[in-house]
């Protein structure tokens, strides 16, 4: 797994910090190798670029099970759920 954080290179991560799908798999990815809080500051990054896919984040994705019980993540998930009950077409 550690080879996985090797593929998180600074110019990747500029990509990533441009797209708000892009960063759920950079979470994931430092999820994967323990890297909770780096991980969270993406998923925050994602929510500031509009990704609020409550369900996906909450329950769903499986690589995000380790953190759900982190303070720092329930919260966030707060934030999430507002904009997802909100969020209008």
Not at 3 to 30: F, H, K, M, N, R
Not at 46 to 65: A, Q, V
């Amino acid at each position: 797994m550690a080879e996985s954080l090797s593929l998180l290179t600074g110019a990747l991560l500029t990509l990533v910090d441009q797209d708000p799908c892009g960063v759920w798999p950079a979470a994931e990815i430092y999820v994967l190798n323990g890297e909770t809080q780096e991980a969270l500051k993406w998923l925050e990054r994602g929510l500031e670029m509009g990704c609020i896919n409550y369900p996906f984040l909450s329950k769903l994705d499986p690589y995000l099970e380790k953190i759900r019980s982190e303070e720092r993540f329930q919260k966030l998930m707060e934030r999430v759920k507002y904009e997802w009950e909100r969020f209008e077409i």
